[in-house]
């Protein structure tokens, strides 16, 4: 709730004042048990820095993040080890992810060192059954980083992330430097561990493309901000924010129909500069829509539909010329 990350550059802003990078600006968003919650936006909208807070690997400048109702952002000590233990991650790389002088049983293990006090034996076994899982063979836990392939070193990340029986996984980017075919295999997993494990993923990703096949709901993000919230099937098929409509337009159809539909939206110019935004939307130096309003007030967030949720003056209009 109202998420805020705040960096402080050494670039000076006017009358010299210390630059803020606002990364994550005011920003909420919730998951429910089971589901998975997708974050899109391009590089430098705050996503992966969102998922790096919610996951306290990034400090928050403001906000709360509630486990189960518990607040626990900023816990330390031995609530922040048993926050850990709920909430694990998998990072995007897993080539520069995985320590390459460990072998992979190590790697799978050490979340259990780190966090637990289970007994060796115990280890071993949660070791044996997390390669059996993610489809590695047991021959395999002796080797090292460098003797995976791509897709295979991913599943060595997946395993070492269940370690702790997790319930909330946050997925950065996971399929996005794998090649596309091994891409399908890691999201069936992904997906199948999810049923067998009863997990809630959080998604990052900035490829609708990607999310389609794998969320329930998606949170579009543009410069720091979440600019609409819906259901992927709301999203997909009746988006409103300018910004969301441009990024779907980018996705392959698979249909004939669809892709006669689907029309290329192209977003023209730059972003603003993230350290001097301008007052109002911040999309309006993008937007084909744009109209005075926009330069003056921030839109909100505001119901568009049955959870539906989106950040776009154009929209209270067309509501209002209803
Ligand atoms: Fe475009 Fe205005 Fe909507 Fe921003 S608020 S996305 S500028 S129409």
Do not use: W
């Amino acid at each position: 709730d109202n998420l805020s990350v705040h960096f402080a550059l050494k670039r000076k802003g006017m009358f010299g004042a210390k630059s803020v990078l606002k990364a994550v600006d005011d920003v909420s968003f919730s998951v429910g048990r089971g589901e998975t919650l997708a974050i899109v936006g391009e590089s430098g909208s705050g996503k992966t820095t969102a998922a790096l807070a919610v996951a306290q690997l990034v400090n928050a400048a403001g906000g709360s993040v509630k486990l189960d109702g518990e607040d626990v952002l900023g816990v330390q000590g031995d609530a922040l080890r048993a926050m850990r233990e709920r909430v694990q991650f998998i990072f995007q790389d897993p080539y520069s992810s995985l320590n390459p002088r460990r072998r992979a049983e190590d790697l799978v293990r050490e979340p259990l060192d780190s966090l637990t006090d289970k007994t060796k034996a115990e280890k071993q076994q949660i070791v044996d059954e997390l390669f059996a899982a993610v489809g590695l063979r047991k021959e395999q836990q002796r080797l090292f980083p460098h003797q995976f392939s791509g897709g295979q070193r991913q599943r060595i990340g997946i395993a070492r992330a269940l370690a702790t029986r997790p319930e909330v996984i946050i997925c950065d980017e996971p399929v996005s430097a794998l090649d596309v075919a091994v891409q399908a295999q890691i999201l069936n997993l992904l997906r199948r561990l999810q049923t067998e494990f009863g997990l809630t993923f959080l998604f990052i990703s900035h490829d609708l493309g990607v999310v389609q096949h794998v969320s329930d709901r998606i949170a579009v993000m543009y410069m720091g901000r979440v600019v609409e919230l819906a259901d992927r099937l709301s999203l997909f098929n009746s988006p409103r924010h300018p910004y969301t409509k441009a990024l779907l337009s980018a996705v392959p159809a698979v249909s004939r129909k669809d892709r006669a539909a689907r029309q290329r939206i192209l977003i023209p110019g730059d972003p603003p500069d993230p350290v001097n935004l301008p007052a109002g939307c911040r999309f309006a130096s993008r937007c084909p829509h744009v109209m005075p309003i926009c330069k003056e007030q921030e839109p909100m967030m505001q119901n568009v539909g049955t959870d539906h949720l989106t950040a776009c003056h154009l929209t209270e209009q067309e509501e209002a010329a209803v």
